[in-house]
């Protein structure tokens, strides 16, 4: 079916209804749709950890949970919680300890910088799985020793999906985020995701799961989560979820679940969302951040496009000088040669200042031809960039 608010096969914020959303959000999930869930609190099925495992290990229950999940990520409430999911509380005990000691020691070198937060409100650790499988991997492995949660990971992204995760830690009195959706496309402005194709609008939500791990106790006035179900089945959410009316309207509808330590909650990524304001003077919110994709967000093959950029750079300038190439024709041989995605990279070198993503090789070839730059010095900058990027 094509969405009303398709011109020309794209979406426009302009053209985004508020009426639409609402009818899509301001539905009841029925408990009849989810018989594995204990319950349903605020339109969001609850499931037991102590119950699922058992069933987990008998492999037409496992598939029918997969399918249960799948179901509610992509047609129903957009987000589960399951308690006690994690089995080793003694594990994220001594992970929590570990961050600590990482965001001690960033925080003295200058790092863990944040976007999604104004300074000291919160402390981030970007790619958190490295360093607690570098730090202690004992303890990474009994973390993440967790049949259960790779069953819910595999049933929105199948087998072989690849991990990561951040930590955020939220300190009293931190602000609550805006309302947005997540990566891939949520992670580009309104005007980038309007030069997407619709269908990859659809596409987008299925290349990665989020979820989030509790490592303490996170009543409502810590500020957990807040979620509007159903709000992933807006299908031009990517370009919509920045308007005032909408976000004015996340605020006006959104939930949130007090979670216990162990815990996890999994959402769709096109879900309307935002973490609370931690409104206490004594809980230091942690979660574990997991942010999963797919197998298949890989090319075919491995190219060395660095190397490539510094060869074409100088028949670039050369020919942009003699008038040979300009505006789409270079856009397109640019296209042709450098990355032209910011991710994945490694956000504690090469973070996303002044914006949502960092510079990528493109945006630097079609800088240094702006500036002129000496191919040489194009070539140091590309180096230096690539350095940034290494784990």
Not at 100 to 121: K, L, P, Q, T, V
Not at 358 to 387: I, Y
Request: glycine letters at 6%; one cysteine or more.
């Amino acid at each position: 079916m094509v969405s009303s608010k398709q011109i020309d096969g794209f979406y426009r914020q302009s053209a985004c209804d508020l009426n639409e959303f609402k009818a899509l959000v301001e539905q009841e999930l029925s408990a009849e749709t989810v018989p594995n869930a204990t319950h349903v609190q605020s339109n969001i099925p609850i499931y037991s950890a102590a119950s699922l495992r058992n069933m987990l290990e008998d492999t037409s229950k496992r598939r029918s949970s997969l399918s249960e999940w799948a179901s509610v990520l992509q047609n129903t409430a957009g987000v589960l919680v399951i308690k006690g999911a994690a089995e080793n509380i003694a594990a994220i005990d001594e992970a929590t300890q570990i961050f600590e000691s990482i965001i001690s020691a960033e925080r003295s070198s200058g790092n863990g910088g944040d976007h999604f937060a104004a300074a000291g409100a919160n402390d981030r650790i970007w790619n958190s799985l490295q360093k607690l499988c570098l730090a202690d991997p004992s303890v990474f492995a009994r973390y993440f020793a967790n049949p259960l949660i790779d069953a819910v990971c595999e049933s929105w992204l199948g087998p072989n999906y690849q991990m990561t995760t951040q930590v955020n830690l939220v300190h009293p009195g931190g602000a609550a985020q805006q309302a947005h959706r997540d990566y891939h496309l949520g992670f580009q402005t309104a005007e980038v995701c309007e030069d997407y194709p619709a269908h990859v609008h659809h596409l987008s939500p299925y290349m990665t799961l989020q979820g989030a791990i509790a490592h303490c106790d996170m009543p409502l006035e810590s500020g957990p989560t807040k979620l509007l179900p159903f709000s992933q089945k807006y299908l031009p959410g990517y370009v919509a979820w920045r308007r005032d009316d909408f976000r004015e309207y996340f605020e006006a509808n959104y939930v949130q679940l007090p979670l216990e330590k162990g815990d996890a909650v999994f959402f769709n990524p096109a879900l309307f969302h935002a973490a609370g304001a931690n409104t206490t003077t004594d809980i230091h919110r942690m979660v574990n951040l997991l942010q999963v994709s797919s197998a298949f967000g890989r090319a075919m093959e491995s190219v060395d496009r660095s190397a490539m950029c510094s060869k074409v750079f100088p028949a670039l300038k050369h020919l942009t000088e003699q008038g040979v190439l300009s505006g789409k024709h270079l856009d397109a041989a640019i296209a042709s040669c450098g990355e032209g995605y910011s991710f994945p990279t490694n956000l504690d070198l090469d973070p996303p200042v002044g914006g949502l993503a960092p510079e990528t090789q493109q945006m630097l070839l079609k800088r240094a031809l702006n500036e002129g730059m000496a191919a040489d010095v194009f070539t140091k900058e590309l180096q230096k960039q690539s350095a940034r990027r290494l784990p």
